[in-house]
């Protein structure tokens, strides 16, 4: 049984898929691990690149390919639905198709920090970001400040999300994502949550990954504002419930940061929009540096 499941998803990601796979392959580790890939129903030819590699690491590579998009029927959370809940290895490292590793012995430092430190959970390093369009490359802002810290706990990354998904490797400990998460979309913070809990989380000060910017991104897609407001107030409800409605004050704020983002977008009135700016910094200031 392999030690460590990579979870991929991909859809139309036929541009940037081997990339992806290639960051996977290049892996140097001393133990066991696979990949697996579950394609959303591409209609580019993601698919047929796929097949291409499994044929060529048949004993690497595990594909799971839809007919059937997941996402359009109200399966918001791929990587625990298709990849996470089914595996039995000891740890789960994750990334989407679009993004890549640059590190070729990321998976070695993080399952051997992970092995060495039960008290851990998850392990995370730097990203940097990538803008298709333009091809620039550039460090993802981090919360600097709290690297200093002998650990992080769910409290900081509450304060502000550090991090990104194509860094991630944490324990399998086979949770369940209650189903009331299925109504929200974002699956990268609930994964933090449910597997961190109260426990600790590893930043590797070092890139382990590149998060790419396109128009075909989720979060490059044109929201309707208000159920994007809606949907992420009551997403944090939802972390809220599922850490024992601990952390309020740190709750209220995401929930205020929404709605106050949501009036910047929205507002007609120059003056309001400016003001709502303004008090959306001064609360994530006070998110970051008091609470």
């Known amino acids: 049984m392999p030690l460590v499941t990579i979870a991929c998803i991909t859809y139309n990601h036929a541009a940037f898929i081997k990339q992806c796979l290639d960051g996977f392959l290049m892996q140097k580790v001393n133990f066991e691990f696979e990949i697996v890939v579950n394609d959303d129903a591409s209609t580019d030819n993601t698919q047929e690149i796929l097949m291409e590699y499994q044929n060529k690491y048949p004993d690497k590579i595990k594909l799971l ?8 029927i109200g399966v918001t959370k791929i990587f625990y639905h298709t990849i996470i809940k089914h595996s039995k290895a000891k740890y789960i490292a994750t ?99 449910l597997t961190v809990k109260h426990g600790k989380i590893k930043f590797h000060n070092e890139v382990f990954s590149v998060y790419r910017i396109h128009s075909g991104s989720y979060t490059q897609q044109t929201f309707e504002w208000k159920m994007y407001f809606l949907g992420a107030y009551n997403y944090a409800e939802a972390i809220h419930i599922l850490l024992d409605k601990k952390y309020k004050s740190l709750i209220v704020s995401k929930q205020l940061g929404s709605w106050l983002d949501y009036k ?12 709502y700016l303004i008090m959306g910094r001064i609360n994530l200031l006070v998110k970051r540096y008091i609470l």
């Open 95 to 193: 990334c989407e198709g679009d993004d890549y590793w640059t590190d070729e012995y990321k998976l070695q430092k993080q399952i051997d920090f992970l092995e060495s430190n039960p008290d851990y959970n998850i392990s995370v390093g730097r990203v940097m970001n990538l803008n298709q369009a333009d091809g620039k490359l550039t460090g993802k802002k981090e919360l600097e400040k709290l690297f200093d810290e002998p650990y992080l706990s769910i409290r900081e990354y509450l304060k502000g999300t550090f991090s990104q998904t194509s860094t991630f490797v944490f324990r399998n400990a086979e949770f369940l994502l209650p189903s009331f998460c299925n109504h929200f979309d974002g699956e990268d913070i609930l994964l933090v949550i």
């Open 264 to 275: 910047v977008r929205t507002s007609s009135n120059r003056a309001f929009k400016y003001g």
């Open 65 to 72: 390919l839809r007919t059937e998009n997941l996402f359009s």
